[in-house]
């Protein structure tokens, strides 16, 4: 299955992102219509979008309501920053027979209300949230759930940063999930604090994650990037697990009768603890071609056999273009690219970023697809891509079905940087449908791609 094929697959419910109204639905831009993020959310109902234009809004404990969507006037985390002072959490989301949607936010400097225990910047309960182009940063729970706290519900979450959150003594320093379903696709976790799962502490749940990055995120017991307790059965495609720490499972600690999958995974260079544990005989983990390779304590630990050679999986260094600065994409002769692989497939999430001209240097290809802007988009977004040769290249747009929309580019295009419009329409100049699209660049032997989200 292709990098892209299994992108489109796993994305296919994200378009429930867009569900953003209809057309009768009401905008209410803050603060034109509505002084506050607050007075807006008051005022809309379901099928209603808040708009922020770009700034800073100091505001905190926002009742989400259920089909309401919030979103900044960019689509882009840069442009609505949300601080909560630490007078509060930033966002509440509970009792929604519909999901909340967040759009383009920076969520930050949430605090756990006094006499509470669980998420510093989203508290959502019996409710759906959905998000997208968001980041979550330097919120904190002194229990748990530091960035996010999610029980009884389904998650979509996409394209979202967590980074800097603090979960302390009952962990998930980014998110503490009980009883959820739902996905994470194309998501970081990075730096975040808690005692046990640093960035994820999961139980009775089972959400799918892909193409997601957790990296330096520091536990003291149990999971440096996730812990996976009582009866969960995540799966985790084309993740990559890197510099996290723990006692136990620096990458990934099982317990408590649950059974994760890790397929097409790379868990590297995790500081303290193994890349996988398992705690408990009642546990058990499928590996498939994954790295697992160069961790503090070893690959596998606890009650799990080592897994090299079996199912295709590797113990090799996967040869990162940048380790140190948190380049996690890969060199021309890393064993995680596929051709590169006995299972013929990307090992994590990232895709390759450099050549190797000798043992010490590594260069930049310059071959590069930019995030398209804006994002989401309507009527037109642009594609930028930069290339360090003339070549023949392919830039497409492709729904979730995998079905190609609009060849956008083909043929040879000089060395340097171009800008492609796309104005949301087929080959045939058919306005297409509120969704989102894969914009893939073809260039030689490399492929680049980027999710775009078309807003009608």
Not at 217 to 236: H, K, L, M, R
Not at 242 to 268: R, W
Request: with cysteine; net charge negative.
């Amino acid at each position: 299955m292709s990098h892209l094929q299994s992108r489109c697959l796993v994305a296919t419910s994200l378009s429930l992102i867009l569900l953003v109204g209809s057309a009768t639905a009401t905008i209410w831009h803050v603060p034109t219509d509505a002084p506050t993020i607050a007075a807006g959310l008051e005022m809309a109902s379901s099928g209603d979008v808040v708009e922020l234009a770009c700034g800073t809004y100091f505001e905190h404990d926002l009742v989400l309501k259920a089909g309401v969507v919030v979103r900044s006037e960019d689509g882009v985390a840069d442009c609505a920053h949300i601080c909560a002072s630490y007078q509060g959490r930033v966002f509440l989301a509970e009792d929604l027979d519909q999901p909340a949607v967040l759009l383009g936010l920076t969520i930050t400097c949430g605090v756990v209300p006094d006499g509470e225990d669980f998420g510093g910047g989203i508290y959502c309960q019996d409710a759906s949230l959905n998000m997208a182009q968001c980041e979550v940063s330097n919120c904190r729970s002194d229990y748990a759930g530091g960035g996010l706290f999610a029980q009884r519900g389904t998650l979509i979450i996409s394209s979202t940063v967590f980074t800097d959150n603090i979960g302390l003594n009952g962990g998930g320093g980014a998110a503490r999930l009980a009883n959820i379903e739902g996905e994470f696709l194309d998501c970081r976790f990075e730096d975040n604090i808690g005692i046990d799962g640093a960035a994820i502490y999961m139980s009775f749940s089972n959400p799918s994650m892909t193409f997601c990055t957790f990296a330096n995120n520091e536990g003291d017991f149990f999971g440096g990037a996730v812990f996976c307790v009582s009866d969960s059965e995540p799966i985790f495609n084309h993740c990559t697990m890197v510099g996290n720490s723990a006692h136990l499972g620096g990458g990934i600690m099982v317990a408590a009768n649950s059974h994760p999958s890790i397929q097409d995974c790379i868990i590297a260079f995790n500081n303290v603890g193994s890349g996988i544990d398992v705690h408990d005989t009642g546990s058990t983990v499928s590996v498939i071609c994954s790295d697992v390779h160069g961790n503090e304590d070893g690959g596998y630990t606890g009650h799990i056999e080592d897994q090299t050679g079996l199912n295709g999986n590797i113990d090799a260094d996967p040869m990162f273009c940048d380790l140190e600065s948190g380049d996690f994409s890969l060199t021309d002769i890393s064993p995680c690219l596929g051709p590169n692989n006995e299972c013929n497939v990307l090992m994590g999430a990232h895709v390759q970023g450099c050549v190797i001209t000798s043992v010490t240097e590594a260069v930049p290809t310059a071959f590069r697809l930019e995030p398209n802007r804006p994002n989401p988009f309507n009527p037109s977004t642009t594609i930028v891509f930069e290339l360090n040769a003339s070549m023949a290249i392919e830039l497409d747009v492709y729904d979730l079905t995998g079905r190609r929309v609009s060849a956008l580019l083909h043929g040879h295009r000089e060395a340097g940087r171009h800008e492609v419009t796309w104005r949301g329409c087929d080959d045939l100049g058919r306005a297409q449908p509120s969704g989102t699209y894969v914009c893939r660049l073809r260039a030689g032997d490399r492929v680049a791609t980027n999710t775009m989200v078309l807003v009608r």
